[in-house]
């Protein structure tokens, strides 16, 4: 059965820093590729980032996002990890991971950035 659990969320201030994890089960991790996505409330789901299974990465082309979010994984531990540092309220939204292989989509992490 495959399982993408997102974890790492919570509420930070702007200027802050989270790192997410998803963490997989149920398939072959090592050569798949995810991607990280989000949605903002009343916005439509926007995508992050992705790494492949060897570790390329690619980032959405967004001045909002660029510089500051950076995707990566550990095959040992079947987790995909997003690191965002210097936070901003507009980062506020639910964090999706998903593989593209399969379309299958975990349940989502809270991230708030509000002081």
């Known amino acids: 059965q495959v399982q993408l659990v997102e974890s790492g969320g919570g509420l930070v201030q702007p200027g802050g820093s989270l790192r997410l994890s998803c963490t997989a089960s149920g398939f072959k991790f090592d050569i798949s590729s995810i991607t990280w996505y989000r949605q903002a409330p009343g916005k439509q789901r926007e995508w992050v980032a992705t790494?492949?299974?060897?570790?390329?990465?690619?980032?959405a082309d967004s001045d909002s996002m660029q510089g500051r979010f950076t995707i990566s994984r550990d095959n040992a531990k079947n987790t995909v990890y997003l690191q965002m540092n210097n936070l901003k309220p507009e980062d506020t939204a639910v964090y999706y991971c998903y593989r593209p292989a399969t379309k299958y989509w975990g349940q989502g992490t809270q991230v708030t950035v509000s002081s």
């Open positions: 790494i492949t299974g060897s570790g390329t990465t690619n980032y």
